[in-house]
């Protein structure tokens, strides 16, 4: 079965960096395109980033760009979050989702950006 693994997020200061990892399973990897979401406290949960499935094109949320970075190991089968120039507001739950529009997400893994 479909099963997709955040890891990598904690507690960070203003101006600091997080790596985020999806790890996948259960499909072919290779062959679909993948999503960073997010859920603030009292939020909606919103778009991130997103990567088509060779990792050439790459879309963000206009609050991240020029600050994340997604990336993708299709040998390792996972996705990564490169978040750089940390603030508070990026304080959220942040989910890995099988695609753009699937109904298959990871359990979240918490970031807080405080001082």
């Known amino acids: 079965q479909v099963q997709l693994v955040e890891s990598g997020g904690g507690l960070v200061q203003p101006g600091g960096s997080l790596r985020l990892s999806c790890a996948a399973s259960g499909f072919i990897f290779s062959a679909i395109s993948m999503t960073w979401y997010r859920q603030g406290p009292g939020k909606e949960r919103e778009f991130v980033a997103s990567i088509t499935r060779g990792g050439g094109t790459t879309d963000y949320a206009d609050s991240v760009k020029g600050r994340f970075t997604i990336s993708r190991d299709n040998a390792k089968n996972t996705m990564y979050l490169q978040m750089n120039s940390l603030k508070p507001e990026d304080t959220a739950v942040y989910y890995c989702?099988?695609?753009?529009?699937?109904?298959?997400w990871g359990q979240g893994t918490q970031v807080t950006v405080s001082s």
């Open positions: 989702r099988l695609g753009q529009g699937s109904s298959y």
